[in-house]
């Protein structure tokens, strides 16, 4: 499975933005789909996933603020990202496990301004 991530950039605080991770490959084998971040100097953290089942998990810092989701294909995997804050700057990464695998995407800037 490959992935690759796009759609980061610099938003003014309270602004959006939608990160996209084109999927390829053995799609049938991903069982759960995820966006993550790291900060600078900072581990990097789970911002959200998706199941196959398309059951949706998300860190308590975004909660009510970003939206995971995919098309029907499964070859898409979005982040909406809505009233960022300071805070959410990060490299974003998308995330694809199987049974025994977690592949990685390139990551994608995500800045936000005060």
């Known amino acids: 499975v490959q992935l690759q991530a796009s759609g980061g950039g610099l938003v003014q605080a309270g602004g959006f933005l939608r990160l996209s991770c084109a999927v390829s490959g053995r799609i049938s084998s991903i069982r759960v789909m995820g966006w993550y971040r790291q900060a600078r100097g900072k581990q990097r953290e789970l911002v959200a996933d998706?199941?196959?089942?398309?059951?949706?998990n998300y860190a308590d810092s975004v909660k009510g603020r970003f939206t995971i989701s995919r098309d029907n294909t499964r070859k898409w995997v979005y982040l909406q990202m809505n009233g960022l804050k300071s805070e959410d700057t990060a490299v974003y990464y998308c995330?694809?496990?199987?049974?025994?695998?977690?592949?990685w995407g390139q990551g994608t800037q995500v800045t936000v301004s005060s």
């Open positions: 995330n694809a496990r199987g049974t025994v695998y977690s592949n």
């Open positions: 998706i199941t196959s089942g398309g059951a949706a």
